[in-house]
């Protein structure tokens, strides 16, 4: 662990990250989410562990899954529309969903409600990885520790 990273982490206190890094227009149905890297604050780095808010509305992602990282989600508070091939759950406070590396079955959460959702999610840090989004023509390929955005075939956006 870093000498400058602290094993107990007031999440109040972390920096808030809002909207995501997808090009536009993909960008614009998560553009109310805000984060909060609990994970790197208590200085891990073999897992991710973030602390997320959907306000009304908010998606907490394009529909995606991916090839070597697991996912897992825990809802703290209000109800979230867990969105699969499969169709459409409600999640409620104490409810949790995961989503194995190389499941080819994409996912994210929608706020449907009028009232924020808090939960926690919780990834896996592979070094090498590949994200597959379902419903629109994007992937993402890890590089240098950071994800870059192309179309399917490969061409790259902006």
Known sequence: MG????????????????????PAP???????RV?????????LDQ????LVTLPPGA???????????????????????????AGETLLMP???????????????????SG????YLEVGTRADDETAHYSDIDMMARKEGGRFVFTRKDGEPYG
């Open 59 to 85: 998606w907490s992602s394009q529909r995606h899954w991916h090839e070597n990282e697991d996912e897992f989600v825990y809802i703290l508070e209000g109800e979230a529309t867990l969105v699969t091939d």
């Open 94 to 112: 104490g409810m949790a969903a995961g989503f194995p590396a190389g499941r080819r079955d994409g996912h994210h959460l929608i706020n449907k």
């Open 47 to 50: 897992f991710g562990v973030n």
């Open 26 to 32: 993909f960008d614009e149905p998560v553009a109310g």
């Open 115 to 118: 009232t924020p959702v808090l």
């Open 3 to 22: 000498e400058n990273k602290q094993t107990v982490v007031d999440a109040a206190r972390v920096a808030r990250r809002t909207g995501s890094a997808y």
């Open 35 to 43: 984060k909060r890297a609990l994970g790197d604050a208590a200085g």
